[in-house]
């Protein structure tokens, strides 16, 4: 794997930061865009926009063609049974919303469970609070250990007859831990629940199939895999797809409207009402293209190694608390330093020409659980070197000193 290489494939990565080379350590919340990305948004708009579907022109016919050919490489990559299974979104978010909105609402009543992990990020515990409430479910969290991450044991013990769904991130946004989602999708499915997966962390980072891991639903973000904003998809089993109600309701996703009633088309596009997001799908498809060009395995790798260094360079500065196990993690190490605020960590580590997340991430009940208010957090991706986690730990020994740590 030729990081030189992939490098320059990354024209925002080859520029002056407050007069020092950008080090962007910020992936996890979005990662940066190849060139091949930025070309295939272009050429769709400057070459073939048109809208999909309905069109009978060329321009229409290519703008399809692009668009349902995305489709299949989405389903391709996470090795999906079908293409229409995957029913494009404007991200993670929505795709567990609409998960919770037209399945759950519609299948669980008082006394149904509801399990989830005191790790999840915002986007997959608001949607099962409102559910909740909604009809009745009570809403159960997996226990974490002192580590952050949770045993099969505990889930075991917290998952029951009761139990409707179960819904997971694979990986944490914040702990980096990687959860054992076959093993997970095994005990619901035993338990005759259906399982729910945010693969926002995961998909950009390693091999995903959804059919070997079992699950019924998988959702993720394409800005964070090196593809456009306001593109994501959701995986289904087709059995509970072709089951569910629309949410949003206009164009595009009926099949026959009278006066007073209408039918919905088949899926995916009973729930992809509207013009839909052209562009962002094609950019989606440029960016799985790049991924696999490179090979997922060499992407984890690389990644494994950076995280590992990252953790191992940063667990030697004084005052520097890691949070998340140090094993089996994923592209990210979360941090604070005693007695200096993360945000405070982030602005110095900007005049350097550093860039990395601070605040809750989108997880306060965690930060909660790690009796914090905020962390600090560097993340990894296929463009980042060791050369460059050097130059955070020279930052924060330097942010350590500029507030006076350790001096009496």
Request: net charge negative.
């Amino acid at each position: 794997m030729n990081i030189h290489a992939i490098r320059e494939q990354f024209p925002i990565l080859h520029q002056e930061i407050n007069g020092h080379p950008l080090v962007y350590l910020d992936s996890a919340a979005s990662s940066q865009k190849p060139r091949s990305v930025i070309d295939a948004v272009r050429n769709y708009y400057e070459l073939d926009h048109a809208n999909v579907h309905r069109g009978v022109h060329s321009l229409g016919s290519r703008a399809t063609d692009a668009y349902e050919g995305a489709r299949e490489k989405v389903a391709r990559f996470i090795h999906a049974p079908s293409a229409e299974q995957i029913v494009f979104t404007r991200g993670t978010t929505t795709a567990l919303n609409l998960v919770a909105s037209s399945y759950a609402r519609a299948v669980c009543q008082e006394g149904d469970e509801i399990v989830i992990t005191p790790m999840e990020h915002h986007s997959n515990l608001i949607p099962w609070q409102q559910v909740a409430k909604a009809t009745g479910a009570t809403l159960k969290f997996i226990p974490l250990q002192p580590d952050g991450t949770i045993t099969l044991e505990d889930a075991e013990a917290t998952i029951t007859d009761r139990t409707k769904i179960v819904s997971v991130t694979y990986v944490s946004n914040v702990l980096g831990c990687v959860n054992p989602i076959k093993q997970l999708a095994e005990l619901a499915h035993r338990k005759g629940a259906v399982i729910v997966v945010d693969g926002a962390q995961s998909t950009p980072h390693m091999k995903v199939d959804v059919q070997d891991l079992d699950v019924d639903f998988y959702a993720f973000s394409g800005h964070k895999m090196c593809g456009p904003t306001g593109i994501g998809a959701l995986y289904g089993r087709r059995s509970l797809l072709e089951n569910m109600e629309p949410i949003e309701y206009g164009g595009e996703m009926i099949d026959f409207v009278e006066l007073y009633e209408s039918t919905w088309k088949d899926i995916p596009y009973r729930f992809e009402g509207g013009t839909p997001i052209i562009a962002g799908a094609v950019g989606l498809g440029a960016a799985i293209d790049f991924l696999e060009q490179i090979g997922m395995d060499a992407i984890d790798q690389h990644e494994k190694h950076l995280t590992k260094y990252a953790y191992d360079v940063l667990s030697n500065i004084d005052g520097l608390t890691i949070y998340g196990p140090e094993q089996n993690r994923v592209g990210l190490v979360t941090f604070n330093i005693d007695d200096v605020h993360p945000h405070d960590v982030a602005t110095v580590l900007d005049t350097k020409g550093i860039a990395i997340r601070a605040g809750h991430h989108c997880c306060q009940p965690l930060m909660r659980w790690l009796n914090v208010s905020a962390t600090a957090r560097a993340s990894f991706y296929i463009y980042n070197t060791t050369d460059e986690i050097d130059r955070l730990a020279d930052a924060l020994i330097q942010t350590k000193e500029f507030f006076g740590y350790g001096i009496e």
